[in-house]
């Protein structure tokens, strides 16, 4: 069966620093995938924040984060993690890792085209 399980959300103050992590199990190969990171906050749809490429490690962010947030992965760890710097209160949202097989740089943005979910860890970030 398929995992993803993130952690390090929390509450932190604007302009604070977290870091989310998602570790997937090992019935898939984690090298295979693109690894994307969406979120969501209370009556907004889904977005999309930033995602790994599978083949070459190319990043991809949302305008929104560029420059604050990094993604990165470690193929041995089965994890990717995303490193989010001076976090607006705008951040406040739950953060989705996801995983999609051979995803393409084209897709990385679309929620649909990912194969597995993880459960959500929620980030609050207070004024």
């Known amino acids: 069966q398929v995992q993803l399980v993130e952690s390090g959300g929390g509450l932190v103050q604007a302009g604070g620093s977290l870091r989310l992590s998602c570790a997937a199990s090992?019935?898939?190969?984690?090298?295979?995938?693109?690894m994307g990171w969406f979120r969501q906050a209370p009556g907004k749809e889904r977005e999309f924040v930033a995602a790994?490429?599978?083949?070459?490690?190319?990043?991809y962010y949302a305008d929104s984060v560029k420059g604050r947030f990094t993604i990165s992965r470690d193929n041995a760890k089965n994890t990717v993690y995303l490193q989010m710097n001076s976090l607006k209160p705008e951040d406040t949202a739950v953060y989705y890792c996801?995983?999609?097989?051979?995803?393409?740089?084209?897709?990385?943005?679309?929620?649909?085209?990912?194969?597995?979910w993880g459960q959500g860890t929620q980030v609050t970030v207070s004024s």
């Open positions: 790994i490429g599978w083949s070459r490690g190319t990043t």
């Open positions: 090992s019935a898939i190969t984690f090298s295979t995938y693109t």
């Open positions: 996801a995983a999609d097989r051979y995803g393409s740089a084209q897709a990385v943005g679309d929620f649909k085209d990912y194969d597995y």
